[in-house]
């Protein structure tokens, strides 16, 4: 027999399958009123949005001060929550856009029309943040979202999705349209992951646990936005003035962040010349470094990297560098070491460099310029439910238009097959 | 301690993954060269094929006729499978095609750019044809391609399989381009579909069970191509000559295929002036009926159709029939009984159309057609792989197209993010 549990989130998932069926349908317009409605009502709420934050914040004591600092809130986090709701609000609608059209010979005309995925869940870390953001940016595109977000973060994700849903009821929305599991209990997702007869994708959002946990359990297909282990190739030929640039931007601009740099490599034949300075500008700015026996043969006073570290995402002041012995073996790392989400090459050897972009399996592959710009906004797709880093439906940072599929409209005038 | 099978397996996939680098910078040329040789080579191997084949179906006895005809292969399907092969070589092919590039005002050049999947491991039925078609479509895509036929033809596999094998050798391709997973152990599937770290994609075609089976076992992004329960739904303001061609066409032309409709749905107000002269049409074709209450008031020698006839693929002269209040109830059925494959509706009402291919939520949505032209060819993709019932990546024929996925080439000149 069923859990108690087990029934109130196959209820929800029914909701939100019916609720999708009238999402799809919604005019921009309606949609675009409504973000802005949930905009103005989280500013108006907002002593209630903070009081239920300081709660969660009080109860998670020893946390670690990243990780206390992404499950803050004040005035300033929920007027960005509110503007972010605002720019998706003007953002271009993907829903029914006709991707192509043609007639075939027999006088048929096929349309492939972009249309909502259906049914989204997102599993993610304890940043209520995002809470705001995935309502906006599944409404937006049509689709019914359930959310499921740290349980250190419950308190914060109800108190925002309860402004949402009230906004929601005010335009007499379908009830399933927003949907929060409002439980610390782990096996809520355990059951989530089995109903792939009515949510249509799973994003989770977070640590390598988290992902491979989810991708194992799921039977709903999965658009994992996993780890970033970014890496820049500093190669022979490249302009080295541009490469410190670049690397210290990679590394130092914000530590914290999936797009940035973990792992530097660096040709043989520019170590010398490279290296020391790199290494004194991270050294100056509190950067650990973990390097090969040539890194520390030019810095003595650098860590041994393990094979482990090659594959760490420190998302902290801590970088591994690797002297190379040419194109290939940085090539042949990247793709074995890294996470396929961003990686950079800086040279100015055009052969070099489009080998690189080539054989490079990453979301993001960039020639002369930091890891650091691998984001929605930064691409001009406005706001982003985050990167993908699988390699199926979306890959890179993930908005709108990637929160949509297609189907073929096919207008016959009684054409039948012979 | 893994076991032998499994150590295989893993060794294979990563052959596979260690020739898809090379695989996706191989020139259009020398992919069209390779599938015309792979083309005059099974027409000069065709007696040892005919004689694996031979061997097959010998050791198949009481399979039934459909499952024989299906596994049988002679000089005319040899060819077709050479043609197809030939076809292939002459698609577009889609590896490096820019999808859309575009300046960010700080001066990067993005392109989106189409590239290989990877690994793709397809499971199918006993149908040897569709290795060549597999191999041909995976190999012009760019794509390194491990198959699982059905055990009933694994000599004809083989026999395929190793003519296709000669010419890469002849080519000197990488040996995991092409793999076939020669065992009949069903374990070896299991293992296969851990494989995430090699295999990108895994496409099953076949009955319920497997896909289930498939979708349950799979760490590894799922495909599924599923069962096609197609409906066409006669409306209140249909022109009933074009609805009783459109639906014996759906049932009658080729009834043994996922596009073929299985579920007739008319509205009330038309059932008495439409059942009577398309129910006999069917009995004359020797269609089985199974129809709801008000079917068998019109046609009392039809069978009662139970709620699993309507959740029933027959392949065969069978169709389940119901009479329906409105639009809205036939939307409701389709949506609930459905595999979201193909859906017709026959109607001279704008409007009614317009819901109905806005609400159907399937891969293919007709106006006054047959569901019978869901098919690469008649969508003019050229051959495909399947139709995917999934809505993730690929929804409907899965063409070459369909076998890549994108990233994102970033040219920089020095940029840092500030």
Same mark, same amino acid.
């Given at each position: 027999?069923?859990?108690? #549990?087990?029934?109130?989130?196959?209820?929800?998932?029914?909701?939100?399958?019916?609720?999708?069926?009238?999402?799809?349908?919604?005019?921009?317009?309606?949609? %675009?009123?409504?973000?802005?409605?949930?905009?103005?009502?989280?500013?108006?709420?907002?002593?209630?949005?903070?009081?239920? %934050?300081?709660?969660?914040?009080?109860?998670? =004591?020893?946390?670690?001060?990243?990780?206390?600092?992404?499950?803050?809130?004040?005035?300033?986090?929920?007027?960005?929550?509110?503007?972010?709701?605002?720019?998706?609000?003007?953002?271009?609608?993907?829903?029914?856009?006709?991707?192509?059209?043609?007639?075939?010979?027999?006088?048929?005309?096929?349309?492939?029309?972009?249309? !909502?995925?259906?049914?989204? +869940?997102?599993?993610?870390?304890?940043? =209520?943040? &995002?809470?705001?953001?995935?309502?906006?940016?599944?409404?937006?595109?049509? %689709?019914?979202?359930?959310?499921?977000?740290?349980?250190?973060?419950?308190?914060?994700?109800?108190?925002?999705?309860? &402004? +949402?849903?009230?906004?929601?009821?005010?335009?007499?929305?379908?009830?399933?349209?927003?949907? #929060?599991?409002?439980?610390?209990?782990?096996?809520?997702?355990?059951?989530?992951?089995?109903?792939?007869?009515?949510?249509?994708?799973?994003?989770?959002?977070?640590?390598?646990?988290?992902?491979?946990?989810?991708?194992?359990?799921?039977?709903? =297909?999965?658009?994992?936005?996993?780890?970033?282990?970014?890496?820049?190739?500093?190669?022979?030929?490249?302009?080295?003035?541009?490469?410190?640039?670049?690397?210290?931007?990679?590394?130092?601009?914000?530590?914290?962040?999936?797009?940035?740099?973990?792992?530097?490599?660096?040709?043989?034949?520019?170590?010398?010349?490279?290296? =020391?300075?790199?290494?004194?500008?991270?050294?100056?700015?509190?950067?650990?470094?973990?390097?090969?026996?040539?890194? /520390?043969?030019? +810095?003595?006073?650098?860590?041994?990297?393990?094979?482990?570290?090659? /594959?760490?995402?420190?998302?902290?002041?801590?970088?591994?560098?690797? &002297?190379?012995?040419?194109?290939?073996?940085?090539?042949?790392?990247? %793709?074995?070491?890294?996470?396929?989400?961003?990686?950079?090459?800086?040279?100015?050897?055009?052969?070099?460099?489009?080998?690189?972009?080539?054989?490079?399996?990453?979301?993001?592959?960039? #020639?002369?310029?930091?890891?650091?710009?691998?984001?929605?906004?930064?691409?001009?797709?406005?706001?982003?439910?985050?990167?993908? *880093?699988?390699?199926?439906?979306?890959?890179? !940072?993930?908005?709108?238009?990637?929160?949509? *599929?297609?189907?073929?409209?096919?207008?016959?005038?009684?054409?039948?097959?012979?």
């Amino acid at each position: 027999m069923k859990q108690n #549990l087990e029934i109130q989130i196959e209820n929800i998932a029914k909701l939100a399958q019916a609720a999708s069926r009238s999402l799809a349908a919604l005019p921009s317009t309606v949609k %675009n009123a409504v973000l802005e409605d949930f905009a103005s009502a989280l500013l108006s709420n907002q002593a209630v949005i903070l009081k239920a %934050n300081q709660k969660d914040i009080s109860e998670s =004591p020893g946390k670690g001060k990243a990780f206390i600092d992404r499950l803050s809130l004040d005035e300033a986090r929920i007027k960005q929550m509110a503007d972010s709701l605002l720019d998706i609000a003007k953002l271009k609608d993907p829903v029914d856009e006709v991707m192509r059209a043609w007639n075939t010979p027999g006088g048929l005309n096929i349309q492939k029309a972009r249309v !909502p995925i259906g049914v989204v +869940a997102i599993i993610y870390e304890s940043r =209520p943040n &995002v809470t705001a953001d995935c309502i906006g940016l599944c409404f937006k595109s049509g %689709n019914s979202v359930i959310l499921r977000g740290g349980s250190e973060a419950l308190n914060s994700n109800l108190a925002i999705f309860n &402004v +949402a849903k009230e906004v929601m009821q005010k335009h007499s929305l379908a009830e399933g349209a927003i949907n #929060l599991i409002a439980t610390t209990n782990r096996q809520a997702i355990g059951y989530l992951l089995k109903l792939n007869d009515y949510i249509d994708v799973v994003i989770p959002r977070g640590g390598e646990g988290l992902i491979k946990k989810v991708v194992r359990a799921s039977v709903i =297909p999965v658009i994992k936005h996993s780890k970033g282990i970014c890496h820049v190739y500093v190669d022979l030929d490249a302009d080295l003035n541009m490469a410190q640039n670049i690397c210290w931007n990679a590394k130092c601009q914000r530590p914290g962040v999936c797009n940035a740099m973990e792992s530097m490599l660096v040709h043989r034949d520019v170590a010398a010349r490279f290296l =020391p300075g790199m290494l004194k500008k991270f050294k100056e700015a509190g950067v650990q470094i973990r390097g090969c026996a040539l890194t /520390r043969d030019i +810095a003595s006073w650098a860590k041994q990297a393990t094979a482990k570290d090659y /594959r760490t995402e420190y998302s902290d002041l801590i970088l591994s560098v690797k &002297v190379v012995d040419d194109l290939d073996a940085a090539i042949a790392h990247i %793709n074995d070491y890294g996470s396929h989400h961003s990686d950079s090459i800086v040279t100015d050897n055009n052969d070099t460099a489009a080998k690189f972009l080539k054989q490079i399996d990453s979301a993001c592959v960039y #020639l002369n310029a930091s890891t650091r710009f691998t984001d929605g906004n930064q691409f001009g797709m406005g706001a982003e439910i985050g990167i993908s *880093t699988g390699k199926l439906h979306a890959r890179g !940072p993930m908005g709108l238009e990637e929160l949509t *599929t297609y189907k073929y409209l096919v207008y016959g005038s009684g054409q039948v097959r012979v």
